[in-house]
Every structure is written in C-alpha cells, then in structure tokens.
C-alpha cells in the first residue's frame, strides 16, 4: 500500500492541484501525510496535526528557505528570516496593524473605499465583482494601510501579481523575471516618495511605524518587506470577499440568517477562510534530520505546508467540504501559527468581515450570481475564484 500511495504522490501534477487540490490533499492525508512530490519539488505536508507540530518547533522548520524565489524577487523580508532578526521587523510593524488601531483607524476607511466603489456601480444592476469591487478595495485598503493612499490601486494590482508570478517563477521565464523586477522597482520608487514624506510627518501608517520604531527599519528593510506586504497582503483579501460572497449566494439559508443578523458576518469570514485558504501552501526548509508524520526528513528538506488541506482534515472538522458559519471551537489555520503568523489578520476581519460583505449585501438588495458565465476557480499555492459575475435589483 505504502508503495502504490508513494506512486500517487509521485504522479501528481501542478496543473491537477491548481485545478482542484482538495481530492489529492485527502488521499495524501489518509495515507502519506508528508509526501515527496516530485511536481513541487517540495515535501507536501497535509495534516492539521502535524502543522499545528511545526508551528511550535520554528528552530526546526526554519522560514529562512535557500535559494529562496522570494527572496530574489523582493530581497531579505520578515517572513524569509527567523528568531530576533524577524521579530525586530515585525515588531517594526506591528503597531499600525494592532486590533484597536485597526478598529479606529482603518475600518472608517475600508467603509468609505467600500461604499465609493459601490456607488460607481451600483445602478447598472449588474458587475463583475471580483474586478469592479473585491480586487480594487483590497488595494485601495492596502495602499492606505501602507501609508502609499496616493498610488493607484491599479498600480498595485499589477505590482501584486507581477512579484507573486516571480516567486512562482520556477520554470525561469526571462519575461516573468523582467516583470517582476519592474514591479519591485515601482514599489521602490514609491516607498522613497513615502519614506520622504514620512519622515517629517509621521502618521499612523506601516512606512511611518517602520520608520518611527524604537529599533526604526533602514530604507531598504522598508522597501523590501513593503513588497512583501503588496506580494502577499492583496490578493488574500481579494479572495476572501469572493470566496465568502460566493458562499453566501449558494448557500440561502445561511444568507438569509445572517441578513437578519449583520453580526454573524464575522463568522462568515472566519469560515470562508477555512472553507478556502487563500494561501494554500507556504515553505519551510528543516534545519536537522527529523521525523514527521512517519516520514524521515533529511536536513535542507523543502517542505510545503498545505494549510488548505490542514483546514480540511476530517480528524478536526465535522463534513470539512462543507460551508458551514455554525462551526465552533478548532481553530483553522489559514492565518498560520508560530512567529509568522498573519501580521494582518486583524486588518483582514476588518476589512472582509466588518466592512466588505455586509456592505454588498446591504447595498445591493437580492444580490445574485449572474448566470451569465459559469464562476471560476484556480490556484493552489494562492486559491480563490477567478471571476464573480453578480446581478442586484435596481
Ligand atoms: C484573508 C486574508 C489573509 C490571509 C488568509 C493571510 C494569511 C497569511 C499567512 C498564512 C501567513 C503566514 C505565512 C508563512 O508563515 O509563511 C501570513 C503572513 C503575513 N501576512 Fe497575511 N494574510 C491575509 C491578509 C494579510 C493582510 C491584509 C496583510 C497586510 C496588511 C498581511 C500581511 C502579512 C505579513 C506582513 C505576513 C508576514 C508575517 C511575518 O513574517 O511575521 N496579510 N499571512
């Protein structure tokens, strides 16, 4: 048996788990929990027990992965480093992105870039959400959060995606490197505007934290963990608005209770995220020799820790394929664990959960999918919906 599942494991293609990873990831759990494949070049790690495990043991499962796509394409960031050089950044950063910093500060003005985008569509009775709400108010709430409020959302869009195809870029394609590096001198010029700007007036904003530290950041630990922040805080949002306004309109009798009460929003969020880990998979490399999961891991192994899968495991969640707000007590993970976990995760709630969702259900009364055109899904590494044609009564 061990064999024929070391044979599954080694046959699985990237193009299958970006299609639909979920049936894969529930062979793999059953059978191989941590499994060589050859596609990803990675151990797959796909148990919730043995991620949760992980977590707490950071000096075995370093995030300080070598040849490191990330790391070329936006240089060191928090999140390629481990012990107190992360934590020096992170906690550079961290006050602008506290919980109550978020409620008084950043959700007024998620509310406000919510409903601005609304009124721009809202009497034409029908919108791709995705491209005319989700993905513009991820960027717009980003770039204010950042302290780059005067950078089109659009520039950020592109930055975004250009940078992320760059740390996919393992098939090194010159045009992705070409983009991706256009995209992080675009992100330069514009944190040296902010750092500029910033420096003499401080406000409330990530740039003017990192800058204003008691251990302030240099220059170039701004500019780099800023394309962090652009590479990976846009489109986890973005999905999560699709993802859960998706879930919604397939699932009326969970809709119709929260309508009657806007509370239940939150859990709404926190579902959605379980339901569809924005990110599906993130690295780590083992520092020694270690066991897990039955599986003897050499020192330097690549790991990809599958947090879509590990959101999914039976042995945890009740019916786990299924959408369901009523849950209670596990905890997901699709925000992370250890010491990287989700720096905005707070910003996140906010922005999806208190602001996003109920604003286009209350807004566009009997919101509806389309029909026009089928709803599309893609990505493993990053997973969520690829369009979301809606209609409303006007
Ligand atoms: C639904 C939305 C989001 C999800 C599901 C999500 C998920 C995650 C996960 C899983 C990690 C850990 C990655 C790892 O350990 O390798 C992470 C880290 C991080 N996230 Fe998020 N994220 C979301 C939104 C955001 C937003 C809006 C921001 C910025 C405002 C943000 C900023 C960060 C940063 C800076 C880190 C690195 C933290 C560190 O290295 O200490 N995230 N996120």
Redesign the pocket.
């Known amino acids: 048996m061990a064999q024929v599942i070391d044979d599954f494991a080694r046959t699985i293609q990237l193009d299958e788990l970006w299609s639909d990873p979920y049936p894969i990831y529930r062979t793999l759990r059953e059978n191989q929990p941590v499994a060589w494949v050859p596609a990803a070049n990675r151990y797959l790690l796909t148990r919730h027990s043995d991620i949760a495990y992980l ?1 707490k043991h950071p000096e075995i499962f370093s ?1 300080a992965e070598t040849h490191s796509l990330m790391i070329r394409v936006m240089g060191l ?3 390629r ?1 481990d012990g107190a050089d ?1 934590l020096r ?2 906690k550079a ?1 961290e006050p602008a ?1 506290r919980p109550r910093m978020v409620k008084q500060r950043w959700t007024p003005a998620f509310q406000r870039i919510a409903d601005e985008l609304i009124d721009g569509f809202r009497d034409r009775g029908e919108a791709d959400l995705f491209t005319e709400f989700a993905a513009p108010m ?1 960027a717009k ?2 770039a204010a ?2 302290g780059l409020a005067d950078v089109p959302a659009q520039d950020l869009q592109t930055w975004s995606q250009a940078m992320m195809d760059g740390t996919g870029n393992y098939a090194d394609d010159p045009v992705v490197w070409q983009r991706a590096e256009s995209a992080a001198r675009g992100v330069e010029r514009a944190v040296d505007a902010a750092i500029e700007r910033l420096s003499a007036h401080p406000d409330d904003s ?1 740039i003017s934290a990192m800058l204003h530290a008691e251990d302030p950041l240099t220059p170039r630990q701004i500019r780099d ?1 800023i394309k ?2 652009i590479g ?3 489109n ?2 973005r ?2 608005t699709t993802v859960g306004t998706y879930a919604l309109l397939t699932h009326p009798e969970q809709r119709a209770r929260v309508e009657a009460d806007p509370s239940r929003f939150k859990d709404v ?1 926190e579902e959605t ?1 379980r339901w569809v ?3 599906g998979m ?3 490399q083992t520092t020694m020799e270690t066991e897990l999961g039955g599986t003897v891991l050499p020192a330097g192994a690549k790991l990809g ?1 599958v ?1 879509a899968s590990a959101n999914r495991d039976e042995s945890v969640f009740d019916n786990p394929d299924t959408f369901d707000i009523d849950r209670t007590g596990r905890v997901h ?13 707070w ?3 906010a ?2 959960g208190a602001v996003a969702l109920p604003t286009l259900f209350r807004r566009l009364p009997g919101l509806r999918l389309s029909g026009a055109e089928p709803v599309r899904w893609g990505g493993w590494v990053f997973r969520g919906l690829l369009n979301l044609p809606a209609r409303w009564d006007v």
């Open positions: 977590e995030a960031t928090m999140l480093q992360h950044e992170r950063a992105l991820a709430c980003l959060v950042l990530v963990n962090l922040f990976g805080g846009l986890e949002p999905d999560a969020f995220v880990a924005p990110i993130y690295p780590r820790i947090l993970l699709a925000f992370g664990g250890g010491p990287h976990f989700c720096l905005g995760t910003t996140a709630r922005q999806v």
